[in-house]
């Protein structure tokens, strides 16, 4: 089946976006435009979105290639009842957003490092990032704004353990 | 007091429901324009041929420098003349000679690099020295001099001489380059463009259309980044895409492919120096003379405005009794060099940090203590006889000893480098002084519109573009503020030239200034009018009151015991016919500069600060990594402290990546190197150190500006020049006393393990 999840939500793959970017199909055939395009070659990390919860450089990523999968853009990331994710308010309580042009690819790297480790350390959390260019911030409030995203994704731990 | 709003989209950009240029306004039969660029950094066009391009399906238009129905020129402001698309001669690598408007962007793309063009080769002038052999300057060197240099020289007890080549720096805003164009019903253009400036690409686009200005409106709700790349470079972009809107009757849509970007637009200008100090024994400076030279590329752009910031900033923060500055703009084949923040202040700052830093090496002075002995004190003038006012120099420098415990840090280090034979440790410090203005007296005033509605919300546009800076949530506050409402109520607009004309660039820090100023007196014309309104209300239901006695707070007004929602009173203003509209405008007073004599006030206030940057150098690869940052920065009394901070993170990183990693070579066909995030690095959340502490001083100065704050866009970029001392200090550390250290400027790993080898081979010599 040409079909993909995003946002939860089943799409149909028209044939003739097979062997385009991930990045086109999203911002162009479904109006997904939070994802931005910084590079087009895969570095900057303005594009990135998860692929069954992994990061993925959207802009090199032909849709043939997640066919089946999960996609999870930054438009899903709010929760179902509309509010902010806990990670997004983070980002806000920070002062982690300047231009905004980088913000979605942040979020998003930093949710799938958190959903895998709930407690990294200062040096994880550099690895997980170094890969989203910033020209705005200097970084130091977006490494903040994961660091306090993180306690969320701990709590949420602790109740499934229960 | 509420809590102070940071950002008016942080809400839409973290949900990524905030939309750039390119994601709205767009139409089913959009067309896409992709460019043609020159190849030749120096050469007459003999031939296009654009055969192929045209029979790929989907294109509806190729556009040359012919089919301009207006003035082929997009110099604003200046005398030069830079074409949109150049009729014969290209000037750089990059240049547009024609445009490809079709159906998608693939195709366009397809179709533009199918056009080919033949060129007859002319000599690029590439260097600064080709550029100044050649006479290619822009204009006869620029010179500000005080007092007797010569004779300084003769009395010095110690003389530092030096020559310093600054690179360039590529702005890497995220977003590059963009305008959608759209043809209005009267032969008219809306521009949703990219730039810092919608005034000029107003004018700009009129002009090469051969419009009145009046049929181009430019609108721009924000940008992805800009940092001064696009305050003039968004208007050639700009005037393409109105271009082809304009011959295809269509929306048409241009973004440059990030490689594009890089190779096509203007870096921060490199400037090459050379500089001599005289000292006393003690450290103080008794004279100085130095040189700038700057390389402006292929037209002059904003050249002349970066060289003068360049000259106002050669003393820094230091009083200079006997002086000599010298400027040359050179013109050279590569892309217009142009704004960047500092813009050029940090090279004009450079030469004299680094002879202050070889002058206390040699003194056998405390790199700090000689800053402290030399900064400006009141009273003192600038070489350019403006007195600098409110000069806290020396306490910045005193309140950074003190945040970053300087003795026992240094003490440290010194002994992590005893213990260390291939890692050395090194302290870097700056103090920073940026002047706030812009040096081109006009264009300090800004206007500012606001709108009242009967619910009691308010509408405000002003002069000044969002770019992350937050420019919008500190005008905001300022009308919140003096109308004592809650920011929730007010929307800031989109920039756009139809509600706020002939606005300034966003630029020279000077957004939330003028735009601040603006807003305030026209949100006090607002006050007077509805406090008129609520004496009346107060006395229709029976209490006296007077205007003077009224307090606008909490989203109400009040006198005594008496209470009126901001709300009502506005339904009640206007149901008594009371103007809920106005429009405020201010400009920044006793602005002016003799250019022939080098003497005026080119600046309203300066901005002062200071940082201290530990850095670690591994001599055995070059390689290093900065470990600890502090910043005491003087903000006088903030609109919004978290914003400030926000800028201040971020200009440092910007300024450290300059002075370290960044590194944009072009060969000699005058082709940019790196144009790609994985060929030219700038700093990555890895370069931060674990430590990066910042001190606001949030002491009210006599000299600031609106609500008693300052600006602090570019100010903090010269922190970043820490970095590049404290890798220096710990090059010095690794070599005998005395020994020089030949450190390039940007100070990457591979130009601190070079200098560390030449270093090395001397001493064998």
Known sequence: ?162 | MPKKTRHLSGKLHVTGRSLFIGEEHISADMCHVAVVFSTCAHGRIISMDAVSAKALSGVHAIITAADIPGENNIAHGNNDNQPLLPADTVMYVGQPIALVVADSRQVALEAASRVTVNYEEMPAILSIDAAVKANQLYVPPRKIQRGDVARAFAEADCIIEGEVKIGAQEHFYLETQRCLATPDEDGGITLYAATQSTTEVQAVAARVLGLANHKITVDVKRLGGAFGGKESQGTLWAGLAALAAHYTHKSCYLELRRIDDIMATGKRHPFENTYRLACSADGRILGYEVILKSNGGAYIDLSLAILERGLYHSDHAYFIPNISITGYACKTNLPPNTAFRGFGAPQGIFPIEIALQQAAEKLGIDPIEIRKRNCYITGQTAPYGMEVCDPVGREMLEELEALASYKQLRNKVDEYNASHQYHKQGIGVVPGKFGISFTTGFLNQGSALVWIYTDGTISLSHGGVEMGQSVNAKVASVVARTLGVSMDRIRVESANTKRVGNASPTAASTGSDINGYAAENAAKKLKRRLSRMAVRYFSERGIACVEEDLVFADDAVVSGDARVSFADLVNFAYTHYCDLGSHGYYFTPGITFNREKGRGTPFYYFVFGAALAVSQVDLLTGEYECKKIYIVHDSSQSLNPDIDLGQIYGAFVQGYGYCTMEDISFNDKGQYLALTPSTYKFPTICDIPPTFKIKLLDLLREHASVLGSKAVGEPPFIYGLAGWFALYDALKRSVPQGSAIDLAFPATPEAVLMAKVQSAKKETV
């Open chain 1, 1 to 162: 089946m040409n079909t993909m999840i995003v946002n939860r939500e089943k799409i149909t793959v028209p044939p003739a976006w097979e062997k385009r970017t991930l990045l086109d199909f999203l911002r162009e055939y479904l109006h997904l435009t939070g994802n931005k395009n910084g590079c087009g070659i895969g570095v900057c990390g303005a594009c990135t979105v998860l692929v069954d919860e992994v990061p993925r450089r959207s802009c090199i990523t032909k849709v043939e290639t997640v066919l089946g999968k999960q996609v999870l853009t930054i438009e899903g990331m709010e929760q179902n009842d509309g509010s902010l994710h806990p990670l997004q308010q983070a980002f806000l309580d920070a002062g982690a957003v300047q231009c905004g042009f980088c913000t979605p690819g942040m979020v998003l790297t930093s949710h799938a490092l958190l959903l895998r480790n709930p407690n990294p350390t200062e040096e994880e959390v550099k690895q997980a990032l170094k890969g989203n260019l910033c020209r705005c911030t200097g970084y130091v409030q977006i490494f903040d704004a994961v660091m306090k995203g993180a306690e969320f994704y701990r709590k949420k731990e602790g109740k499934t353990d229960e």
